[in-house]
Every structure is written in C-alpha cells, then in structure tokens.
C-alpha cells in the first residue's frame, strides 16, 4: 500500500535551517508528482511546494520563495524540503502529500521556528 513517511522536524532557532525527508514506498515514485503542505495551529492547510515527478520543474508558495527548496531522488524514492533563514511564522506540522486515483498524506512532521 501507498505510504509517505516523513523525518527531519524539530525545534530550530529563527534564521536557522532543517531538511525533511518524505521516504515513499508502494507505488512508482518517479511517475508522480510530490508536494510539500503544512498547517500551522488555528490555520488551514497550505501548499509549501511542488515537484514534477522527473524533478524539471518546481514551484513554491511566496511566503517561502528563496528560502525553501523542493528536491527529489527518484532512486531512493525520496522527496526533500531544504528550509533555510526559518521564521517564527514557519511554523506548523509538515506533510509529504502526492496525488495519484485519489490523495495520499504522511503522518506529518513538526517544525518549531522559536528562539
């Protein structure tokens, strides 16, 4: 069965850095497209970024624009959020997400930006 697993939340420092990984398992990886989405307390879910499955193309939400960067390794089946200079207003619970027949969601990282 499909199954998203994301790592790497915690507490950071604002203007600090974090990766999350979303390892992916039962299902072709490199034919899909991924998607980072967060949800911070009292807010609706957001999209962070996108990836197309060959990983040529990427788009991010403004308020991460130069700061976060989507990436993926289709050997490893594995798709990376690289945030850098964190801000309080980060954050939220982070979610690996891909669309197939229907959505699948992992479990959701927390990342904390507080001094």
């Known amino acids: 069965q499909v199954q998203l697993v994301e790592s790497g939340g915690g507490l950071v420092q604002p203007g600090g850095s974090l990766r999350l990984s979303c390892a992916a398992s039962?299902?072709?990886?490199?034919?899909?497209?991924m998607s980072w989405y967060r949800q911070a307390p009292g807010k609706e879910r957001e999209l962070v970024a996108r990836?197309?499955?060959?990983?040529?193309?990427?788009n991010y939400a403004d308020s991460v624009k130069g700061r976060f960067t989507i990436s993926r390794d289709n050997y490893k089946n594995t798709v990376y959020l690289q945030m850098n200079s964190l801000k309080p207003e980060d954050t939220a619970v982070y979610y690996c997400?891909?669309?197939?027949?229907?959505?699948?969601w992992g479990q959701g990282t927390q990342v904390t930006v507080s001094s």
């Open positions: 997400q891909t669309n197939m027949w229907r959505e699948y």
């Open positions: 039962g299902f072709t990886f490199s034919s899909y497209y």
């Open positions: 990836i197309s499955n060959a990983g040529g193309s990427t």
